[in-house]
């Protein structure tokens, strides 16, 4: 007879492997958003592409991304989380053997929306599967894998192109049997995506959505292999916070009064300053902003990696802090630790003296504070904002409308991230880079704010007490 450690052990080996399995999405998330960083260049080559349409390759994904998003958590409601994951797989797939086939911009923009699609419903998804299938003194550190995944493949993406930049001498260069690099950076995404359809179709079904659908032994299979014990008590709880005797709607995010519910907008708020605090111009331009600053080619892509892998470290430390510490005191260190460092390299740049093409240049010791306040900030940002954020959109929302609440932050979350990755340019162009510092200053210092006012502490709770 097993002793109640090992059957323990059991249950959170198999409920880690599960949450694992989900948070594949989360690294298909990154990996698709960060692969294109290497092909940029030789795609305008390629497509002889203006800088119009260059953008919009780059860009327009993310609105894909917020469609898919919006939509996920409805599908989700209705065919159930897994079915979800395998549709997202198969898209995933899709996009990357067409963007590689891509034979002019548009046909080439069309699979990056399409994988677009992927993204967004993999970034409603996971949380909601983690969350829903995590014992309450877990969900904050499996929450966290999700994010972890998504930096763990944006670096992989990076390194990718990297390796087969740097194999085949340049993007624009032939590469294995003839086919230009650029070409194979987008189909190194096709393994990872196929290995996510079959872990989703190895996954059981969240034990919420089986007990919404009136499926309740087969929530009470699922149940005991993560809890382990008696888990009827546990079922009658969740049936009844969820809703049997109709689908969940959009609707039932509105309150009484027709506006939205207060918790729908703590999510939305969420969304969009975990985007405005200018996290992803960091990822998406770093290395032309390093170049901007007088580092060569090389040296800028080093400093990407490196920025990368701070970003998985910090990610660790939150994993393994959250749920001891709490999801608040993670976020109000990260909003004092984002403005400072934000401060500073605003400061700094908005200093700095121009060169003759009206580039910033950082002379004498200004250059190693810039650096160190960079990679300080993504620090800030990865131990709190980065993964915490997630965790909260997967837990926050009661069981009646995680879905619908989910899709609806997440999209608010892509446009955000359009909003800021399309705007850095011509911020950079015609304002420079110490007015785009200090408008993700301003952010960061609101961040602060929003959530002493408005966040609650959801550590220890079940989610049939949110």
Do not use: H
Request: aromatic share 12%; with cysteine.
């Amino acid at each position: 007879m097993t002793s109640p450690t090992a059957r323990r052990k059991s249950n959170t080996f198999y409920v880690i492997l599960i949450a694992a399995a989900a948070a594949l999405g989360g690294f298909l998330f990154g990996f698709d958003t960060a692969v294109i960083n290497g092909a940029v260049g030789a795609l305008s080559t390629a497509f002889k592409a203006n800088s119009v349409e260059t953008g919009l390759a780059v860009s327009l994904a993310l609105l894909g991304s917020a469609i898919g998003a919006f939509y996920a958590g409805k599908i989700a409601d209705r065919y159930g989380r897994v079915k979800a994951m395998v549709v997202a797989a198969i898209l995933f797939t899709i996009s990357a053997i067409g963007s590689g086939l891509g034979i002019g911009i548009w046909d080439f923009i069309f699979w990056r929306v399409l994988g677009g699609l992927a993204v967004g419903a993999a970034s409603v998804i996971a949380p909601a599967y983690i969350a829903e299938c995590s014992p309450s003194e877990l969900r904050g550190r499996l929450g966290s894998l999700q994010q972890l995944a998504i930096v763990v493949g944006i670096f992989i993406a990076l390194l990718c192109d990297y390796f087969i930049a740097v194999s085949a001498g340049s993007a624009e260069l032939p590469f294995l049997f003839g086919i230009p690099a650029w070409r194979w950076m987008f189909w190194t995404e096709i393994p990872p995506a196929i290995l996510y359809g079959m872990s989703a179709l190895m996954i059981p079904e969240s034990p919420r959505y089986l007990v919404a659908r009136g499926r309740e032994p087969e929530a009470e299979k699922v149940l005991s292999k993560i809890l382990g014990g008696n888990v009827l008590a546990k079922i009658e709880e969740i049936r009844q916070t969820v809703f049997r005797e109709r689908e969940p709607k959009f609707s039932d995010l509105l309150s009484r009064s027709g506006g939205l519910l207060p918790i729908v907008w703590v999510g939305i708020g969420l969304s969009i300053l975990q985007q405005f605090v200018g996290i992803n111009v960091i990822f998406y331009y770093s290395s032309i902003l390093w170049r901007a600053v007088g580092f060569s080619e090389q040296d800028s892509l080093t400093i990407t990696a490196i920025t990368g892998a701070v970003n998985i470290i910090t990610t660790l430390i939150a994993i393994a802090v959250v749920d001891k510490f709490g999801r608040k005191p993670l976020l109000i260190l990260g909003s004092i630790g984002m403005t400072v460092t934000l401060g500073t390299m605003a400061v700094i740049f908005g200093n700095a003296p121009l060169d003759a093409a009206g580039n910033p240049t950082l002379t004498g010791s200004s250059g190693t504070i810039a650096l160190i306040a960079a990679n300080l900030y993504v620090f800030c940002f990865g131990f709190s904002w980065g993964p915490v954020v997630w965790v909260l959109l997967g837990e926050m929302f009661n069981n009646k409308i995680r879905g619908a609440a989910l899709s609806v932050a997440a999209a608010m979350q892509w446009i955000a991230n359009f909003a800021i990755s399309t705007s850095f340019p011509p911020i950079l162009q015609y304002l420079g880079l110490g007015a785009a510092y200090g408008l993700y200053t301003t952010a960061a210092a609101i961040s602060l704010f929003f959530v002493l006012f408005f966040i609650k502490e959801t550590k220890g709770l079940e989610l049939e007490q949110m």
